[in-house]
């Protein structure tokens, strides 16, 4: 890696995450502060390690949440969930790596110390958006319509609930949005954090493929009717954090509701791969709760590489030599997230070839030329009335995907009287009877399908038109 480089990680990520084992008691319940070493003052590795870097910072993991609040979480999961195993969420906390140390050698460091499970650099590579998709410049709303051209909202906004009209709740999570936007309304809570005003048209197209109303501009979102939210990945206590994000989007939400995750990570300084954001284990469990709680999350796969050149295979992803993506791995881990690749806007669609892949995807949609809110990607300044047609990567397919979504359990709750839990949501959106196949199939793109509303409320729902 280049200095320069390695400076720009220093200065963009300089925290690192520390799991201590759950029997060791760091905090007293309830507390926020900063950690309590006296459990390990007897330790020589760790008196070691303040002899080395004297002036080293250190906080709670989660900030946002009490840990009574963590708790009552963790015992509502453990009812809903038999499967559920929760970790020490105590026992969580943020070393604040100096300036003049490279990342990586401080989470070696900490990762050999006495009573540490793990440690890893928390990464942040941004929203999943690709900024150059020259091949596909022409701007559609074509993902409304029928397959296998799109997931065939048109028929769904037919069905009652099928525009998100309802009480199902839908947060969306990331760096920042055009909040007052013409075309949508949306909703802040006060755990929301910052609005971060470099990636406001980001968040803004993100919305508007979902939520956008804008019918004298004849430009629809997917779910119009949903109740939408936002969470920045930007804590109220200035990190970027996404693993606190997720929890607070949980305090907020219910059985049946649904979060949208639109980041990405590194999985080390030393190398520019992109992962899904579960790579990182404090938020893999932060949507594991989630998931437990029967709240449904959407995860974008990644753009590949800090370039954007060409996407990764889950299935050949490394954490300590264990393959966590990959589902026919003794070592898979599943949060019970949908993940999701992008594909391209042509039939028959083909993989965008910076898009991850692999056999965890359980759904793509389009990454290319999608009409939608905001400037993206550029920027709209204090304007609120622009709008983009070169919305792109998983985000893109993600905000589709999340749309499909909302409409599948909103309808469910409308018919119904009930709300269908996420793995419910994701075996249905990832059916191949349900869905759009891609150019090569399953098994050679690993990208999944494209939800085909029409089926799904037909075949998987049991919802037909009203004569």
């Not at 499970?117 to 590579?125: D, I, K, P, R, V």
């Not at 048109?154 to 309802?166: F, L, S």
């Not at 349900?434 to 729902?461: C, E, F, H, Q, W």
């Amino acid at each position: 890696m280049k200095e320069r480089d390695k400076q720009h990680v220093k200065t963009v990520l300089p925290r690192i995450v520390v799991k201590f084992q759950d029997d060791v008691k760091m905090a007293s319940p309830g507390t926020n502060k900063n950690v309590d070493f006296s459990a390990l003052k007897d330790s020589v590795s760790w008196k070691n390690f303040f002899a080395l870097y004297p002036q080293i910072q250190a906080g709670k993991l989660f900030t946002s949440l009490t840990s009574e609040n963590i708790t009552r979480l963790v015992q509502k999961a453990r009812i809903s969930d038999a499967l559920y195993q929760p970790p020490n969420w105590d026992n969580y906390f943020v070393f604040y790596c100096p300036r003049e140390v490279y990342p990586d050698d401080l989470v070696n460091g900490l990762q050999v110390l006495e009573g540490v499970e793990l440690a890893y650099l928390q990464s942040g590579a941004g929203g999943p958006a690709k900024e150059n998709a020259a091949q596909e410049m022409v701007s559609s709303q074509g993902y409304l319509n029928p397959a296998p051209e799109g997931i065939n909202a048109r028929y769904a906004w037919r069905i009652p609930g099928g525009k998100g009209e309802g009480d199902v709740r839908f947060i969306d999570i990331e760096q920042g949005w055009i909040l007052n936007h013409e075309a949508y309304d949306v909703d802040r809570f006060p755990l929301t954090g910052s609005n971060k005003k470099e990636y406001r048209d980001h968040g803004a197209a993100v919305l508007g493929v979902i939520m956008m109303k804008d019918y004298e501009k004849n430009r629809i979102g997917i779910a119009p009717g949903v109740k939408g939210h936002v969470i920045s990945l930007w804590r109220p206590d200035g990190s970027l954090n996404d693993a606190d994000a997720i929890l607070s989007a949980v305090h907020y939400l219910n059985f049946g509701d649904i979060i949208l995750m639109e980041a990405q990570a590194y999985h080390t300084t030393s190398s520019i791969k992109i992962w899904p954001v579960e790579i990182q284990e404090a938020t893999f469990q932060s949507i594991r709760l989630a998931t437990a709680l029967g709240i449904t999350v959407i995860e974008a796969a990644g753009n590949g590489d800090l370039f954007n050149r060409m996407g990764n295979d889950l299935d050949q992803f490394s954490l300590n030599q264990k393959k966590i993506l990959d589902p026919a791995s003794p070592d898979f881990k599943d949060s019970g997230a949908i993940l999701v690749s992008a594909a391209s806007r042509a039939v028959p669609h083909r993989r965008i070839p910076y898009s991850n892949y692999g056999n965890r995807i359980n759904c793509y949609a389009w990454g290319a030329g999608v009409d939608t809110a905001g400037a993206y990607p550029e920027l709209s300044g204090s304007a609120v009335d622009r709008y983009t047609g070169n919305f792109n990567g998983t985000s893109s397919a993600s905000a589709i995907i999340a749309g499909a979504v909302i409409a599948v359990q909103s309808i469910s709750e409308a018919k119904w009287n009930t709300r269908l839990g996420p793995k419910q949501i994701r075996d249905i959106a990832g059916n191949a009877e349900y869905g759009t196949p891609s150019a090569n199939g399953r098994m050679i793109d690993k990208i999944g399908v494209m939800p085909d509303l029409r089926k799904i409320i037909r075949n998987g729902l049991g919802v037909r038109l009203s004569k």
